[in-house]
């Protein structure tokens, strides 16, 4: 076992941690771990005087790691390294778990399970402050280009935020033609552009745009190097010629795959059954003007003309109702449910806002 010299220090946050954590009770359970020295409760470890008290605390006690439990890193972690390097210790030697919006927050009507949830983030914290070592900032020279891999539309956009910081870039895509899933889609949410509008319109922008060479068709086949100085190669084209670059840093923007079920998985293969991306291409396809409503084991969603392997059958008006848990239909609504699953699931492929609801587990009248 590892003779360390670990402070906790257990933060009330005024009430937001100490309302629905027994803060007094985590410090008494993590005072008595392995390697802590010392566990201590404050009202607010960011305020000047705490600090103070923590810096006197680290130097009287010999402490050589510290654990301060208190709300999110992204707040206060440079406040409490500069804090542990002013009382002398390594910066690095710290750190913070986020008891906050992590436990307290997340947990406001269950105080038992709140606390002993703390109780668990602060003895992960422990153990790393246990497993930790001594650090020393470095300065890496850097070469100002990049290499973004995937142009769809996160990496057309990437692409054009790092030029807009004057920094070089090399967009890799391996098809012949940029953009990706998007590119393919119909109506989207909330414009109801199409997908091949707002492509057309980033690479609009990107060919205006001196600082970015855009590759299509190209392959990533071999990385080496470190941070600031990558040496990438690229298989260009059919004819397979290669091509080495070097740049300072990677973004990886591939996209993703749809998911293709195995046979009887979820009903897959039986009549009626379709992927989202199936969904999708025919919501795309469908003739505007024809409202339908289709018919899904846990959904009836009305909008364009649709086709789908369990027949059509067609109602006046475009609405979204849907069925969660077929032993509570349809005498009432789930307890689960929260009222707007299916009109976020279809917005964003274009179809149209519920304009009313009936009870559950009533279809509308055709």
């Not at 993703?256 to 195995?262: D, K, N, V």
Request: a neutral charge; hydrophobic letters at 40%; one cysteine or more.
């Amino acid at each position: 076992m590892s003779q360390r010299r670990i402070g906790a220090f257990i933060c009330e946050c005024g009430g937001n941690i100490s309302d629905h954590v027994d803060v007094k009770r985590v410090a008494e359970v993590i005072e008595g771990e392995p390697d802590v020295a010392v566990a201590k409760v404050a009202m607010f470890t960011c305020s000047d005087a705490t600090q103070q008290e923590i810096i006197e605390t680290i130097q009287e006690e010999k402490l050589d790691g510290i654990v301060v439990a208190s709300c999110s890193p992204k707040l206060h972690l440079e406040t409490f390294r500069a804090m542990a390097s002013r009382a002398g210790l390594n910066r690095f030697l710290y750190n913070q778990v986020n008891i906050r919006e992590q436990c307290s927050w997340a947990h406001t009507h269950q105080r038992e399970g709140a606390t002993a949830k703390a109780i668990r983030l602060v003895r992960a914290g422990i153990a790393r402050t246990r497993a930790g070592r001594s650090l020393e900032t470095i300065r890496v020279q850097t070469l100002p280009r990049v290499m973004v891999i995937g142009a769809g539309v996160a990496g057309l956009r990437a692409a054009l935020s790092l030029d807009s910081l004057g920094i070089e870039v090399l967009l890799v895509e391996r098809s012949e033609r940029p953009g990706g899933h998007i590119a393919s889609w119909g109506p989207l949410f909330p414009n109801n552009r199409s997908g091949e509008e707002l492509i057309s319109e980033l690479l609009d922008q990107l060919h205006r745009r001196s600082g970015i060479q855009l590759y299509t068709g190209a392959e990533v086949v071999e990385r080496a190097g470190a941070v600031g100085d990558f040496s990438v190669t690229l298989r260009l084209g059919d004819g397979g010629d290669v091509k080495r670059f070097h740049v300072g840093a990677i973004v990886v923007a591939t996209g993703f795959s749809p998911y293709e079920p195995a046979a009887q998985e979820l009903g897959w293969g039986l009549p009626g059954v379709l992927t989202l991306e199936e969904l999708r291409r025919t919501l795309d396809g469908a003739e505007e003007g024809r409202p339908i409503l289709l018919c899904m084991s846990t959904a009836w969603v009305v909008g364009r003309h649709l086709e789908p392997r369990m027949g059509t059958i067609t109602a006046p008006v475009s609405a979204v109702a849907r069925r969660c848990t077929p032993p509570c239909w349809p005498t009432s609504r789930t307890p689960t449910c929260v009222s707007t699953t299916c009109i976020e699931t279809f917005a964003p492929m274009g179809s149209r806002s519920c304009s009313w609801r009936r009870p559950w587990g009533e279809a509308p009248s055709l």
